[in-house]
Nanobody, 118 residues
């Protein structure tokens, strides 16, 4: 599976961005999908995840109520709608996919930079 993340950019605090992650080459629609981020000097953290049918989602406390994860399995794409962005949301955002029964995320995209100015 190849994952291609896009949609990052520079935005002012309070603004919005929508990230997309397009998958190819595998049964992505059967995988859990997640968005992670890594800020300079910090560890990579899970921001949001969504089950393969989209019925269950998880959000980190820091983004609850501001970010929304969604997927369109017909398009093999997962999205992260980010609103009310804060400077502390600045990071490289990665999408990832977890195959059934795997304890880890097996596939990773290349990352897209999100920069929120104050």
């Amino acid at each position: 599976v190849q994952l291609q993340a896009s949609g990052g950019g520079l935005v002012q605090a309070g603004g919005s961005l929508k990230l997309s992650c397009a998958a190819s080459g595998g049964a992505f629609s059967r995988y859990v999908a997640g968005w992670f981020r890594q800020a300079p000097g910090k560890e990579r953290e899970l921001v949001a995840r969504i089950t393969y049918l989209g019925s269950l989602t998880y959000y980190a406390d820091s983004v609850k109520g501001r970010f929304t994860i969604a997927r369109d399995n017909a398009k093999n794409t997962v999205y992260l709608q980010m609103s009310s962005l804060k400077p502390e949301d600045t990071a490289v955002y990665y999408c990832a996919a977890q195959t059934p029964s795997s304890p880890v995320y097996d596939y990773w995209g290349q990352g897209t930079q999100v920069t929120v100015s104050s």
